[in-house]
């Protein structure tokens, strides 16, 4: 166990190839788009309404039919989709400008350990985001006004996937940003595999 860590934490003081690096420096590329596409798109469909209505979610906005969604809202008692509620956004644009300096630093003077340390940080990103607007969509469906025109029990609003809220199917679906930032997260996993076992053949080989 003691030779095997030893040689763990020699690997993970291993620089990263040059191909790596360049891969990793690639990474800029989708995280660029994330930046700057929707993240997650809410789709309401009724009878009054066969077109549609469409929310997209961008990592510093809400656009889409949101004077319409806000008057249906306003029926059963759930708060307008404004800047103020969606408070919770402001953050993401400052974690995507630092994703890109971690990328560009793990690209020009990372080793094995800022990779394992970039993987970590990028999952934990991830979940965090996803965690945190599942939490918005349900306090929007659990905080409902008592003397709103119509009684509506208290709910959660579909995350992923496909729901009912009345006589309203929602689809709620990852759009290009989010696709983009998953496309990140599973080139990282394979980089840092790649790289890992790269290192303990190196580390493994006799002299």
């Known amino acids: 166990m003691n030779r095997w860590l030893i040689a763990w934490n020699r690997a993970l003081a291993t620089p990263l190839r040059g191909s790596t690096r360049a891969l990793v420096l690639a990474l800029l590329i989708p995280l660029g788009v994330a930046a ?33 969604v806000n008057t249906l ?18 953050w993401l644009p400052f974690a995507i400008g630092a994703a ?19 993987a970590a940080l990028f999952t934990y990103f991830g979940a965090f985001s996803f965690a945190r607007f599942a939490y918005a969509l349900y306090v929007f469906g659990h905080n409902l006004n008592p003397d709103a025109p119509f009684d509506v029990a208290p709910f959660t609003p579909v995350v992923l996937g496909t729901g009912q809220v ?10 290009t940003g989010a696709l983009a930032l998953s496309a990140i997260g599973v080139a990282l996993l394979g980089l840092l595999v790649a790289s890992v076992r790269a290192a303990l053949r190196v580390r493994a080989a006799p002299a």
């Open 166 to 175: 009345a006589n309203f199917t929602i689809t709620s679906l990852p759009a």
């Open 36 to 68: 700057a596409a929707p993240l997650w798109t809410l789709r309401m469909v009724a009878p009054q309404y066969p077109a549609g209505l469409e929310l997209r979610i961008y990592p510093y906005t809400v656009e889409g039919d949101i004077q319409e």
């Open 100 to 118: 890109a300096l971690l990328i560009l630093r793990v690209a020009a003077i990372g080793d094995l350990r800022a990779l394992v340390d970039l």
């Open 73 to 90: 809202n306003h029926y059963i008692g759930m708060a307008a989709i404004d800047r103020a509620a969606l408070s919770d956004l402001d």
